[in-house]
């Protein structure tokens, strides 16, 4: 008798093809919240690069550098204290404030390294009021940090007659702190890139990071669940202040100065708009530091670009405020669908 043919298998029966391991990354890549901003930049780098050829050279990226590591710094306790629900507008002053604490206590005679110490403790004041303000009074975090905002600048004003002053720090912290290496700002960038990689493991990796993501996404059930919400906001407003203080200290160590009209709410608006374009949700709950950081790099390329290519500053906030307003749509409707795909 004649055989029968084999059947084939059909094809929805078919063992499926297992992903590369390079696709997978791929995909894991695009579906991260960093993955649209880095791409955003490289294009903005590709585009400036070839409108303006001096953009890559070594002098402009280390004024790049420069403004995104402050910028970044700032950011990594934004995004803490955004993610936990809660808004910082004194960052920017604190930032001022800290150079001059430190400057005072080293002619005090005060050790450089411990002036450092008291110039972030005085950072940590700040958050601490600004905590206990908003979470032990219930006053909204917008007021409670306007209010402080404007008591910190007149503090800095009136303890520095307006005027600024020039520290002289030992070579060791000067190299440390702020020193160049062949004109490069390396330590400025080191800084940022550290603490950085440190919240950023801080808020994926340990608890107290979850319990901010936690308070943040939902505050009753937060508490319900046993997490001490008053001091999950309350230490990251101390934790912001205090990133404010040493990008401050950090600034005045480089430009050997320190001056009471620095920082302000020009840096507080760039350190929350790097962490909006970063993927950090200003309704609270979701947030990246790394984002934030790429967020900084991203608006250093833009006004470091247009400011090469002769475009006015005028022109560079409009882009600035359109970028936010984009970059939050986007982040809001991309966090709907991660919800609705169940987090896929």
Not at 62 to 73: D, E, G, H, P, S
Not at 290 to 311: E, P
Request: glycine fraction near 12%.
């Amino acid at each position: 008798m004649p055989t029968e043919p084999p059947k084939s298998i059909p094809e929805s029966q078919a063992t499926p093809k297992r992903p590369s391991r390079l696709g997978v990354l791929g995909r894991a890549f695009l579906h991260s919240r960093e993955a649209s901003i880095l791409i955003a930049g490289i294009l903005l780098v590709i585009y400036f690069q070839s409108t303006a050829p001096a953009f890559l050279s070594w002098s402009n990226i280390a004024n790049l550098v420069v403004f995104a590591a402050t910028i970044a710094i700032l950011a990594a306790g934004e995004v803490m204290v955004i993610i936990c629900g809660e808004f910082d507008l004194s960052v920017g002053m604190v930032y001022a404030l800290a150079p001059f604490v430190m400057f005072y206590a080293h002619e005090a005679g005060v050790p450089y390294v411990l002036a450092i110490v008291l110039g972030m403790a005085a950072g940590a004041v700040v958050g601490l009021i600004n905590g206990l303000i908003t979470v032990k009074l219930h006053i909204p975090s917008f007021i409670t940090t306007l209010g402080t905002l404007f008591i910190i600048n007149g503090f800095t004003l009136t303890i520095s007659g307006g005027f600024p002053v020039q520290p002289h720090p030992d070579p060791f912290i000067f190299a440390v702190f702020g020193g160049p290496l062949g004109g490069f700002p390396v330590s400025q960038l080191l800084w940022a890139v550290a603490i950085t990689a440190l919240f950023q493991f801080i808020l994926v990796k340990t608890r107290w990071g979850l319990h901010t993501v936690a308070t943040g996404g939902n505050l009753l059930g937060a508490s319900e669940v046993g997490i001490k919400i008053a001091w999950i906001k309350i230490g990251n407003f101390m934790l912001c202040s205090v990133l404010g203080a040493f990008a401050g200290m950090l600034d005045c160590f480089r430009i050997s100065s320190a001056d009471p009209l620095a920082g302000g709410t020009d840096y507080m608006f760039r350190a929350t708009a790097s962490a909006v374009i970063g993927g950090t949700l200003l309704t609270g709950g979701s947030g990246t530091v790394i984002g934030a950081f790429l967020g900084a790099v991203v608006l250093g390329i833009l006004s470091d670009g247009f400011t090469l290519s002769g475009v006015s500053a005028y022109t560079f906030d409009m882009i600035l405020g359109g970028a936010i307003l984009i970059t939050m749509v986007i982040n809001v409707r991309l966090s709907k669908l991660r919800a609705a795909g169940g987090g896929k």
